[in-house]
């Protein structure tokens, strides 16, 4: 891949950490099957115009005000009373208070791509005649406030759809307020197929045609990835998930851009140019990429450069593990990665590096060049014993949340000895990458020019650890 467009997918993966930082606690608590104080009925329309007519039931317990997340192609929200009178409201910002009385909401949010592909359109819909790919809060009106307490039912007719929840056996959607508020992404149409890891399936919505590539060869692709996440966690992080994934004509790229939205449990989302072929598929990293973000905790507040750091390391070595990639070419992209994050950081500490807003480079790979660092340090202090998958382990049996502290006290249990603070202060008031040179001589990496070179060093063997995977007696 070359590095600019390397640099503009990995920005718009940043995005990700965005979404992710600002997303409430999702709690894993099965919905309350009692009585809604909310219900959308969503139809797909096709005349018209092509769009999704919404109709928000309303008890009189329910929510007064209300708002678009991402108020764009709404202009007026229609409210009806029992009797039948109707009144237009104004939204105000994307707001909009609902007068007492009000038995219904209803209004129309259309599908229509004029500029197709963007990233723009990845939220607002993207799709092509009856294929839609739109982000729930681009078309979701939600209470502006949601109280903790609050159920909801959502229906949708007139189409197939694949949202991120399971419906029950009547097609009825059992919600909690959060769903509204992270409502991850949603497929409309399309054509299905399925991927399976282990005992965990993800569903997958194709949302237009492929010129090459058939349904199963994208699931197979799917799959791949679930797999190599399997590589660094010992089961697949969610039971169930959805992809949605959306052919851009005019580009062969395996994957253009791809995002998780958080939604419980996460939505992914990924474009891939309409002309690729299974062949070129073997080379793409943004799904299994996308996917080892199911493997860390949502920290808040956000740590991009972690998140994304640890994402960035693995998306290298669960290549090397599986066997998709050889060792060689995994420590290639990563002294690559590395060397564009130096190229990209000048002489700045990595605490000047990760606080400058847009410079993604710096902050994935100074993140990346972290997580190996981190890996190295805590199988060195246990022996071999520990790794840092042991800390995404351990992070896992404590919830869908964490924060920096929270990942670091992880790290010191795991090795057993305080480390984490005393290495990220380090790491931190140092020039970003400077000790990047002795780490990879004691690893036996050697950069010759043009090509990576794997030689024996003291550390070879822990070096063939981190990208040879885990012992087949506990691969899960
Ligand atoms: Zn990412």
Redesign the pocket.
Known sequence: MDALKTMVTRAA??L??LTLGACATPRPTPPRRDTAALRYNITYAREPQRGLEVEIVLLPSSPRDFLFRQPERVETVWALREDGASSALRLHGGEVHVPSGTRFLRYFYPLESPSRGGERSFFSGVGEEDAWHVAGRAYLLRPRVVPPDLRVELTVDGTDALLPWLPDDAGVYHLRGEDLVDSGFHGFGGRRCEARVGASVLEVALLGRFTHLSDSEVCDWLAQAGREVVTVRKTFPHPRITVRVVPVPGADEPALFGMVQWSSPPSISILVGQDATAASMKGDWVAI??ML?LTHPTLLPRVAWL??GL??YYTELARARSGRQTAQAAWQELTDGFARGQASAGSRTMAEVVSREGDWQGVYWTGAFFALRLDVELRRVTHGRARLEDVLELLATRGPTSSLAGFGAAVDTVAGAPLFDALLAHQLSVPAFSDLGSLLDRLGVQIDPGRVKLQAAPDSRLREALDGGRPSDDAG
């Open positions: 993966l940043l990700l950490a990429h996308e973000h998140t994304e994402a960035t």
